[in-house]
């Protein structure tokens, strides 16, 4: 993922909207990509992945697509609630034994009824 | 399926003193575990990846000496913040990976450490 250290960017929307959040991966070798919910004090909550090897993946109100050509992934979530603020953060993976996701950013979302 | 259980959730701590970190995988073996460390309002940095009966490896620029990690099965890793500063003080959080799965990845509650 890109480099951290900075703060988080925000998005914002309305309760029953849908929400874009996206995320830019660094290393071309990646093929197995996460999305993590993390809400305040506690540890990454596993959301939906993808592996390299497919450009969407849908789940329950989300969809994560992966553009490999720009090295880009994105996380829709439908019909946002407010219990869906958190903030949230792309993983990515080489796969070899044993190696750990390396995190993204983050954005933090927050909604409002 | 798929616990991990992290304690102490919060601990703080004067300087100078040590603190250990405990991470169980409760119904599953961990061929693997991981240390993260988090400060506010940004991401997970991993600092180690820890194997079962051997030495963990430390991501560029963890002091090994400071953060010590033993894994001494294949359900507990421990990170022991030696000699703990207030530029410690963060957030830790585990991860365990079951083997063969791609998407095995567990991570434990975090723990809060505040060094005084």
């Known amino acids: 993922g890109e480099s951290v250290g900075l703060h988080l960017p925000t998005l914002s929307v309305q309760e029953g909207d849908n929400s874009i959040i996206n995320c830019a991966y660094s290393n071309s070798a990646s093929d197995y990509f996460i999305w993590y919910k993390q809400e305040s004090g506690k540890g990454p909550q596993f959301i939906i992945d993808i592996r390299s090897n497919m450009d969407k993946r849908q789940g329950q109100r989300v969809t994560v697509l992966l553009n490999k050509t720009v090295k880009h992934l994105s996380l829709q979530i439908a019909a946002t609630q407010p219990g869906d603020s958190a903030v949230y953060f792309c993983a990515e993976n080489v796969n070899q034994a044993g190696t750990a996701l390396i995190f993204g950013k983050g954005t933090t979302l927050s909604v409002s009824s | 399926g798929a616990v991990v259980s992290q304690h102490p959730s919060r601990v703080i701590c004067k300087s100078g003193t040590s603190v250990k970190i405990e991470c169980r995988s409760l119904d599953f073996q961990a061929t693997t575990m991981f240390w993260y460390r988090q400060f506010p309002k940004q991401s997970l940095m991993l600092m180690a990846t820890?194997?079962?009966?051997?030495?963990?490896?430390?991501e560029q620029g963890v002091e090994k000496d400071k953060f010590l990690i033993n894994h001494a099965s294949l359900t507990l890793s421990t990170l022991t913040v030696a000699s703990a500063h207030p530029e410690d003080s963060s957030f830790y959080i585990c991860?365990?990976?079951?083997?063969?799965?791609?998407?095995?990845?567990?991570f434990g509650s975090g723990t809060r450490l505040t060094v005084v």
């Open positions: 820890s194997n079962e009966g051997s030495k963990a490896t430390y």
């Open positions: 991860s365990a990976k079951r083997g063969g799965l791609r998407n095995g990845y567990t």
